[in-house]
T-cell receptor
């Protein structure tokens, strides 16, 4: 079963350092999403891609955050100059959307990357 | 204003009993989709069930069913014959219609923690 894969599972970093996370979606899925989840809260939308195009970014995504999906397959999320408030679980999800998918296509989530900024 | 409201931070149910988890939503669109996800303590988000706004019948998937009341803007999840493995966080989410400038993202509620007692 080739589900959504995220690496690393855990990342501990010191404040001010840069971190990068990787997400490999389900291969036939054209849409890829990034969410952030803090303790006791639901996932909060950060950004999503259709193929290689980044179609929407949340206001939560400050200029320290950047996401790419260069070939429309895997994606990376980079956080520069990390702050303690960035500590959270970062979830990646993929789905079939647009002309190639159904409107009711659910998002399939990876296991997430837990970031701790000390 | 919150798009998705889950008013029950925690719920308890006896094994083999049924339980209803509440979800109300706010949208001015006529076309939208509602999703429920389960998140066990291990962290992965598991898709459970989908209800489209134009679906005439309530969605069912095994032991999961949706009590969809469109006029009240509620989409409550009913779990029948609860099992110990059902203990988890449950999130309601909505995808609104694609209009000009509309979005494909899912917006999540804050979740309900379900505990199934033996």
């Amino acid at each position: 079963d080739t589900g959504v894969s995220q690496n690393p599972r855990h990342k501990i970093t010191k404040r001010g350092q840069n971190v990068t996370f990787r997400c490999d979606p389900i291969s036939e899925h054209n849409r890829l999403y990034w969410y952030r989840q803090t303790l006791g809260q639901g996932p909060e939308f950060l950004t999503y891609f259709q193929n290689e195009a980044q179609l929407e970014k949340s206001r939560l995504l400050s200029d320290r955050f950047s996401a790419e999906r260069p070939k429309g397959s895997f994606s990376t999320l980079e956080i520069q100059r990390t702050e303690q408030g960035d500590s959270a679980m970062y979830l990646c999800a993929s789905s079939l959307g647009g002309r190639t998918g159904k409107r009711n296509s659910p998002l399939h989530f990876g296991n997430g990357t837990r970031l701790t900024v000390t | 204003a919150q798009k998705i409201t889950q008013t029950q931070p925690g719920m308890f149910v006896q094994e083999k009993e049924a339980v209803t988890l509440d979800c109300t939503y706010d949208t001015s669109d006529q076309s939208y989709g509602l999703f429920w996800y389960k998140q066990p303590s291990s962290g992965e988000m598991i898709f459970l069930i989908y209800q489209g706004s134009y679906d005439e019948q309530n969605a069912t998937e095994g032991r999961y069913s949706l009590n969809f009341q469109k006029a009240r803007k509620s989409a409550n999840l009913v779990i029948s014959a609860s099992q110990l493995g059902d203990s988890a966080m449950y999130f309601c989410a909505m995808r609104e219609a694609i209009t000009q400038g509309g979005s494909e993202k899912l917006v999540f509620g804050k979740g309900t923690k379900l505990t199934v007692n033996p």
